[in-house]
């Protein structure tokens, strides 16, 4: 099991080059893959995110991607300067001061902390750095994936605890459904007596009442599948490949079961163990959002 939370960094150099790769992961129902590298790296984007995903079924994982060259290597950097830009800068300024009636000096220092103006460019070509960046992005995601695969072992121990209480509570349902029906029909029996109206205990027509009553209340099925859901679900939390959306969807289905038994089974000791069990499992569909 793994969790959706994690973080991975990367690093690696080559003759002239030096690459990182930042992966940092939260929880999202479905596999997002934001990426940031340089400018002259964005045909790459496509391969990176394909990278990812292939280790990464669900969540957020910012991608971000540097690159810089080592002082042994060749001159690999070039300046852009913006002049268009620096030039609506200018006027923008120029405006300002006339509106409020103040004194304006610019200076180059000034155009130097104006963002996009000047742009340090690597000559590199993405198809050589693509290598490299590779090597970085592999070390990055094994570093995220083991400590996602640590924060799941926590999930998993939770877990598997949380639904060890909820089968503790349908064992003791399943205990008490039998005799409800009894209760009913002592209830029955005493509530004839004492308006006179007695009946003998094989009374047809108290026996018909007896036995739509039992078939009513009668949870057999819904336990039936309690113990089902609870065996695919410990199957899934000790699965290797991501389940999140897998347990998502069980733990939907054991709520509803628990509700059917609650609304059908007429007890209220019975209720109170439903209860409880639901409040289990409204925790572990908490948990499950940080699933894989």
């Known amino acids: 099991m793994r969790s959706m939370t994690g973080f991975g960094r990367g690093e690696h150099a080559d003759h002239s080059m030096s690459y990182g790769v930042e992966l940092s992961s939260v929880n999202r129902k479905q596999a997002d893959i934001p990426i940031s590298l340089p400018r002259n790296f964005t045909s790459l984007e496509s391969r990176i995110r394909k990278s990812v995903l292939a280790r990464v ?41 006339s509106a409020g009636n103040i004194d304006l000096e610019i200076s180059a220092g000034d155009l130097l902390q104006a963002p996009g103006v000047f742009e340090v460019q690597h000559k590199i070509e993405a198809e050589s750095a693509w290598e490299g960046i590779s090597v970085a992005l592999e070390k ?18 939770d877990l598997e605890k949380r639904i060890a209480l909820v089968e503790a509570e349908k064992a003791c349902i399943h205990e008490l459904a039998p005799m409800v029906v009894e209760h009913h029909r002592k ?29 009513r209340i009668d949870i057999t099925e819904e336990l039936t599948r309690l113990d089902s859901h609870i065996s695919k679900f410990r199957e899934l939390i000790h699965a290797t490949e991501p389940t999140g959306r897998a347990l998502d969807f069980l733990t939907q ?33 908490e948990q499950i959002q940080n699933v894989e």
Do not use: C, W
Not at 193 to 208: M, Q, T
Not at 255 to 263: A, P, Q, V
């Open 187 to 215: 209830n029955l029996t005493s509530r004839l007596a004492k308006s006179g109206l007695p009946l003998p205990l094989e009374d047809e027509r108290l026996v018909r009442e007896i036995s739509l009553f039992a078939e």
């Open 57 to 97: 079924s669900r969540g957020r994982v910012g991608t971000s991607v540097q690159a810089k060259p080592l002082a042994t290597g060749k001159k690999l950097s070039g300046l852009r300067v913006d002049h268009d830009l620096a030039g609506q800068y200018l006027e923008e300024l120029r405006q300002l001061a």
């Open 140 to 157: 990055a995601l094994e570093q995220l994936i083991a400590m996602r695969e640590f924060e799941g072992q926590h999930l998993l121990e």
């Open 253 to 285: 289905e054991l709520f509803r079961e628990f509700n059917t038994i609650g609304s059908k089974a007429n007890n209220a000791t019975i209720a109170q163990h439903v209860v409880t069990a639901k409040t289990e499992l409204e925790k572990i569909r």
